[in-house]
């Protein structure tokens, strides 16, 4: 099964059709940290993570993992962590993505495996398909209401990918 991000608003899903929204600045192929734009191409898909103070852990057969108020996603490319889940500790000194927020993007979100294996640095971290109230443009990642996006988690498995076109 492939999930299939036709154009900067429109997501693809066995017979579902799903309003979304991208990067700013759009598609690209040479995705660099921070420019705003989604990375072109198919991607596998990690764990789903969930704030459980918030919402219900949500039916998937994807792995399914609650977030914690010291959880972050390292956007570092100075760090060995970078593109990955990390532990947020008092004197840090490495630039993270909070993954405990305010607002509700990250009550659910599923890591799109994108620079995940061998991250390459500065080529791109924290792509994520997350929740959106409004479809304003992302910093680089595919965001969807949550009721859309509570559909898809209960479609997709494991072997799941993401196409981005």
């Keep these: 099964m492939i999930i299939i991000v036709k154009n900067k608003d429109t997501l693809l899903i066995d017979d579902f059709k799903f309003k979304c929204s ?5 598609v690209c192929n040479k995705k660099v940290e921070g420019d705003l734009t989604t990375p072109k191409g198919l991607f596998n898909l990690g764990n789903i993570y969930y704030r459980s103070d918030r919402v219900q852990k949500p039916f998937s057969k994807l792995k399914s993992i ?8 390292c ?6 962590s970078y593109n990955k889940l990390i532990k947020i500790k008092k004197n840090l000194k490495i630039s993270h993505e909070k993954l405990y927020r305010k607002d509700h993007k990250y009550d659910f979100f599923i890591l799109i495996k994108y620079n995940y294996k061998n ?3 500065l080529k791109g971290s924290a792509i994520f398909l997350h929740l959106t109230k409004n ?3 992302t910093k680089g990642c595919v965001a969807l209401s949550e009721k859309d ?3 898809l988690a209960k479609l997709i498995n494991k072997k799941t990918k993401i196409k981005i076109n």
Excluded at 66 to 73: H, V
């Design 22 to 26: 991208i990067g700013k600045k759009g």
């Design 66 to 73: 609650s977030i914690k108020k010291n959880m972050g996603w």
């Design 75 to 80: 956007d570092d490319p100075n760090s060995k």
């Design 119 to 121: 991250p390459i640095k």
């Design 135 to 137: 479809y304003l443009p």
């Design 149 to 151: 996006f509570l559909i």
